[in-house]
């Protein structure tokens, strides 16, 4: 009989397990409805919230791009940086490849090239263009050298001052002042950014919460009744957790559109430009469409959270 019973015990827990599936399924649709009907049962405070909502996540998601464009823009500034080691006069053929194969070594190196004393003199002619003829010198006055690209700017002084205590090195230069502003101003181009986006990411926040607090008032009796019924307050919640996420998601889908539109417009008339309208889109699609159902839950969880604790 033992034996006989465990079968059945066995299968007694499956079906628990599927009972509790079919409930949470249905909590769940429960909760979508509710939040659904919500959104559209407050229409026009609805449409007021996902348009002033949508107007400060086009400003948010115009912010993202100019930041984007300038950030961009510093890379590719960042990746022109490099560190020019000048070799002494007299150096062979092996002792150029140790003093190359040392700074390859390094980190964050991410190339090395080599440049003659002939191919300076050359470059340097071109520079000059046809105002100075170099072919009249007696010898070549330039060293050899060699052009190190590296993958952060941050790195060069420290690499200089270990590049040049190699052997058969007479100077390292970098263009310290140069490096220091570009990285300077870099740095504000990002902080900048990121202060703005998240300043108008707060006032979207500050919109939506306003407005769910608004439906949540509106509501106040269903809710009251739901609480004296034994509702638990994340039972509550979560209807205007999904109309939150909906105001957000339809703002953000909006403003997406717009912000790429306008830039595709843009990129027409300024060809320019670095970033591409399917790059921008791209970028919007988590920095706005997210972001707009990431505020709009916090926003209703803010709305609701102070409501159920009066």
């Known amino acids: ?57 086009v400003a948010l998601g115009a912010a993202t791009v100019v930041a984007s464009t300038l950030d961009h823009l510093a890379r590719r500034l960042e990746s022109r940086v490099e560190m020019i080691v000048y070799l002494r006069d007299g150096l062979g053929a092996g002792e150029v490849a140790v003093v190359r194969a040392r700074l390859t ?29 170099l072919s009249e010198l007696s010898h070549n006055p330039l060293p ?8 952060d700017p941050v790195r060069l002084p420290a690499m200089a001052a270990e590049a040049g205590a190699f052997p058969g090195v007479e100077h390292v230069s970098y263009g310290a002042e140069t490096v220091n502003r570009l990285l300077a101003v870099t740095w504000w181009v990002r902080f900048l950014g990121a202060i703005a986006s998240g300043g108008f990411a707060l006032v979207a926040m500050i919109i939506i919460v306003n407005t769910i607090r608004l439906t949540v008032l509106a509501r106040r009796a269903e809710i009251e009744v739901m609480r004296l019924v034994g509702a638990t307050a994340w039972f509550i919640r979560w209807p205007f957790v999904v109309e939150g996420a909906v105001t957000g998601a339809l703002a953000g889908f909006v403003a997406m559109i717009l912000v790429t539109g306008a830039y595709a417009w843009l990129a027409r008339a300024l060809p320019f430009l670095p970033l591409s309208p399917q790059q921008v ?7 706005v469409l997210l972001w707009g159902v990431v505020i709009g839950i916090g926003g209703s969880l803010l709305a609701v959270r102070r409501f159920l604790s009066l």
């Not at 050899?144 to 993958?151: P, Q, R």
């Not at 889109?281 to 920095?287: G, Q, T």
């Open 1 to 57: 009989m033992p034996a006989a019973g465990r079968p059945g015990g066995g299968g007694r827990v499956p079906a628990v397990h599927g009972a509790r599936r079919r409930r949470s399924a249905r909590s769940l649709l429960y909760f979508v409805r509710e939040g659904i009907r919500g959104f559209g049962h407050n229409g026009l405070a609805s449409a007021a919230a996902v348009t002033i909502t949508m107007v400060t996540l």
């Open 105 to 133: 070594r390094l980190p964050g190196v991410t190339g090395v090239t080599y440049v003659s004393k002939d191919d300076a003199l050359a470059a340097f002619q071109q520079r000059l263009g046809s105002r100075v003829d």
């Open 281 to 287: 889109a791209l970028d919007l699609v988590w920095k």
């Open 144 to 151: 050899a050298s060699l052009e190190v690209a590296v993958d």
